[in-house]
């Protein structure tokens, strides 16, 4: 599959920061980041079973985890107590099932448990690092599994990485539905395609009668996807045996066949179809005409204003 040119060029905005350079031992082709907008929602499940999926499908994967404090795809994968190989200060990933190459912070940790206690711009050189100080070699697609919200991290992956598009991981409850639309906005300031939503945890079915029940209350998918502007891509359910797979690293061996199949698809179309940028005017009016205007301050209020770092 074709993306976009990865020559380190950037057709963003001219005040954000030139991307990182593309080691010249890798050749990556497309670059798929997997965001939410808060924590616990699964992102990191969505990204290991999105490349475990494409891999099964024979395209060459990696995983970059950008979720540098809270990393969990080296176990997920049954990665967890490895760690990263180095030739002088070049960074050789990680090879776990079907060939998926992994990068990630824990795996350069004495202990995979020992907190990461570094400050944004460290951060910010650690993704560096995952990017131009290592070999991925060839690859077709490289998920970065990023941390929730929308802070340094997210920002520097934006900013300097040569993201195709982005899926946005979310679940039923109101309140991450209300999140859903910071991460969508977040994407399109930064000039960031956006392939769709994928709700997590959205049912679980009960193992004597297959009936479906929704754990979480109803599902969002489809009206936050059409208020956000962007599509609906998979429904994923609440599985007890594909958390214990998680936790055993047998991801890759128990994940479903055709598992996340619109997410699939969508991600193998990028070449043709690139992944559009939301519109924030017209996002800003469906929510309004759906909930109703945001109340603005009576004059001589003061609100209190955090200044966007973009």
Same mark, same amino acid.
């Given at each position: 599959?074709?993306?976009?040119?990865?020559?380190?060029?950037?057709?963003?905005?001219?005040?954000?920061?030139?991307?990182?350079?593309?080691?010249?031992?890798?050749?990556?082709?497309?670059?798929?980041? =997997?965001?939410?907008?808060?924590?616990?929602?699964?992102?990191?499940?969505?990204?290991?079973?999105?490349?475990?999926?494409?891999?099964?499908?024979?395209?060459?994967?990696?995983?970059?985890?950008?979720?540098?404090?809270?990393?969990?795809?080296?176990?997920?994968?049954?990665?967890?107590?490895?760690?990263?190989?180095?030739?002088?200060?070049?960074?050789?990933?990680?090879?776990?099932?079907?060939?998926?190459? =992994?990068?990630?912070?824990?795996?350069?940790?004495?202990?995979?448990?020992?907190?990461?206690?570094?400050?944004?711009?460290?951060?910010?050189?650690?993704?560096?690092?995952?990017?131009?100080?290592?070999?991925?070699?060839?690859?077709?697609?490289?998920?970065?599994?990023?941390?929730?919200?929308?802070?340094?991290?997210?920002?520097?992956?934006? #900013?300097?990485?040569?993201?195709?598009?982005?899926?946005?991981?979310?679940?039923?409850?109101?309140?991450?539905?209300?999140?859903?639309?910071?991460?969508?906005?977040?994407?399109?300031?930064?000039?960031?395609? =956006?392939?769709?939503?994928?709700?997590?945890?959205?049912?679980?079915?009960?193992?004597?009668?297959?009936?479906?029940?929704?754990?979480?209350?109803?599902?969002?998918?489809?009206?936050?996807?059409?208020?956000?502007?962007?599509?609906?891509?998979?429904?994923?359910? #609440?599985?007890?045996?594909?958390?214990?797979?998680?936790?055993?690293?047998?991801?890759?061996?128990?994940?479903?066949?055709?598992?996340?199949?619109?997410?699939?698809?969508?991600?193998?179309?990028?070449?043709?179809?690139?992944?559009?940028?939301?519109?924030?005017?017209?996002?800003?009016a469906r929510y309004e005409a759906a909930y109703g205007?945001?109340? #603005?301050?009576?004059?001589?209020?003061?609100?209190?204003?955090?200044?966007?770092?973009?």
């Open positions: 599959m074709a993306c976009s040119k990865k020559d380190g060029s950037t057709d963003r905005d001219g005040g954000a920061p030139q991307r990182f350079e593309q080691h010249p031992l890798s050749e990556v082709a497309c670059v798929v980041g =997997v965001v939410s907008g808060k924590g616990g929602v699964g992102k990191s499940l969505v990204s290991c079973s999105l490349a475990v999926e494409l891999a099964r499908r024979g395209l060459k994967v990696g995983i970059l985890d950008a979720d540098i404090t809270g990393p969990s795809v080296p176990r997920m994968l049954g990665l967890g107590g490895q760690h990263a190989t180095t030739i002088g200060d070049l960074f050789l990933p990680a090879v776990g099932p079907l060939g998926i190459k =992994v990068m990630s912070a824990n795996m350069l940790l004495a202990h995979e448990n020992d907190p990461v206690l570094w400050r944004g711009p460290v951060l910010a050189g650690a993704i560096r690092q995952f990017w131009s100080q290592t070999s991925w070699g060839p690859i077709d697609v490289l998920v970065v599994d990023m941390p929730p919200g929308t802070g340094d991290v997210a920002l520097t992956v934006y #900013q300097a990485l040569p993201v195709d598009g982005t899926v946005i991981v979310t679940t039923p409850q109101d309140l991450v539905s209300m999140i859903v639309g910071k991460a969508v906005k977040m994407a399109a300031k930064m000039g960031v395609g =956006v392939l769709g939503l994928v709700e997590n945890m959205g049912y679980a079915t009960c193992p004597h009668c297959g009936e479906r029940i929704d754990v979480f209350g109803p599902s969002h998918l489809e009206r936050d996807s059409e208020l956000a502007g962007v599509a609906a891509l998979d429904r994923l359910p #609440q599985d007890p045996a594909l958390a214990a797979a998680c936790d055993a690293g047998d991801l890759a061996r128990c994940l479903p066949a055709d598992f996340l199949p619109k997410t699939v698809a969508r991600v193998l179309s990028l070449g043709d179809d690139p992944a559009p940028v939301p519109d924030i005017a017209a996002m800003d205007a945001v109340p #603005q301050p009576a004059a001589g209020e003061t609100v209190d204003m955090t200044p966007e770092e973009v």
